[in-house]
């Protein structure tokens, strides 16, 4: 098989430092932790805890119909894909989005749809979900909209 030259053209990021590529790599490079306190959980498991908290509004970038059907993760993700096709300069030119390809990584997919599940499951005993629960919580749904809207 022949071997194909790669260059990468953007990046994007969605992080507790940041969402702007050149700010985050100065911040990291400068020590500057991400890590802080915050107020965390529900009821009796509610805690401080120490954690990298993303500050980011969805709305600039998925639509509130969109939202129904994506986890935060898969938000995050989507805005991410936006960012580093907007930094090759790839989006206002559709016709080479064929030839292009975006490479990320997700730790964990739908954890908030998991917790929202297992708090209406537990706390308000109902055994009904929403309808959305599915595409929400797949493991690969991060990937599944970014490949779908680009």
Sequence with gaps: MARRRVLVTGMGFVTPHGDQAERIFERVWA???????????RGAAEADVLLGKAD???????????????????????????????????????????????????????????EQGYEAYFTKNSRRQKPTIVPRVMPNAPAAHISMSF
């Design 31 to 41: 020590g500057e932790s991400a890590i802080a306190l915050h107020r965390s959980g």
């Design 56 to 114: 980011w509004n969805p709305d600039a970038y998925v639509t509130p119909i969109q939202k129904l059907a994506m986890d935060p993760v898969a938000q995050m993700a989507y805005a991410a894909a936006g960012h580093a096709l907007a930094q090759a300069g790839l989006t206002p030119r559709g016709d080479l989005l064929a030839d292009a390809g975006v490479y990320m990584g997700c730790g964990l997919g739908g954890a908030a749809t998991y």
